[in-house]
């Protein structure tokens, strides 16, 4: 069945530097992907819907600088947080959808800014 | 979307039925009932969905009433790797462009 594959799982950083999320379609073709957030003992907060050859869009609240959402391929979808800071640290998880399934998520990559 | 409300936790021994509620009173007629649930520091899995009639699939049976406004997830038999928070949406399914909006869910506790 369609899989969606996030790495890094696990990164740990220093705040002020950047960070890149990819998320990988496999065995299937997503045009769009979405990302989520979720802080702990809270529910998945979408981010933003990331769209193949276009912009991405940012749901209310979600700064787009410091969220850079790159949809390069049909396959691959990466999430790079820019001047990291310890309130980011959170858990970012991806999802997308091929045509007649439901919406599948990935693992999820947990974010450490020191 | 319609909104949707759950109980906050359950509990339930293993190898019984765990019924999981969840109320969409506002719910449109083109919205599907969604489940996923979300095991600890992992993605959400999908469950099973449906729009008015009865589903059954490997992992869960669900259950929809006749005017749409409720629905109940059904593990025949649950086992401790179901504890899990459960999610209920609902949503048209408008093709692979179609997000989900995650409520708070309901924490299952499977206990020996």
């Known amino acids: 069945g369609a899989v969606v594959s996030q790495h890094p799982s696990w990164v740990i950083c220093k705040s002020g530097t950047s960070v890149k999320i990819e998320c990988r379609s496999l065995d299937f073709q997503a045009t769009t992907m979405f990302w989520y957030r979720q802080f702990p003992k809270q529910s998945l907060m979408l981010m933003a819907t990331?769209?193949?050859?276009?912009?991405?869009?940012?749901e209310q609240g979600v700064e787009k600088d410091k969220f850079l959402i790159n949809h390069a391929s049909l396959t691959l979808s990466t999430l790079t947080v820019t001047s990291a800071h310890p309130e980011d640290s959170s858990f970012y998880i991806c999802s997308a959808r091929d045509l007649g399934a439901p919406l599948i998520f990935g693992p999820g990559t947990r974010l450490t800014v020191l | 979307d319609a909104k949707t409300t759950q109980p906050p936790s359950m509990d339930c021994a293993e190898g019984r039925a765990a019924n999981l509620p969840c109320n969409h009173s506002t719910i449109s007629g083109n919205e599907y009932v969604y489940w996923y649930r979300q095991i600890h520091s992992q993605g959400p899995q999908y469950i099973i969905h449906?729009?008015?009639n009865n589903e059954t699939n490997e992992m869960a049976s669900l259950i929809i009433t006749e005017d749409r406004k409720s629905s109940t997830l059904i593990l025949p038999h649950a086992t401790l790797r179901d504890t899990a928070v459960y999610y209920c949406?609902?949503?048209?399914?408008?093709?692979?462009?179609?997000?989900?909006?995650f409520g708070t869910g309901t924490r299952l506790q499977v206990t020996l």
């Open positions: 990331s769209n193949e050859g276009s912009k991405a869009t940012y």
């Open positions: 949406i609902v949503r048209p399914d408008t093709g692979t462009a179609s997000k989900l909006t």
């Open positions: 449906g729009l008015k």
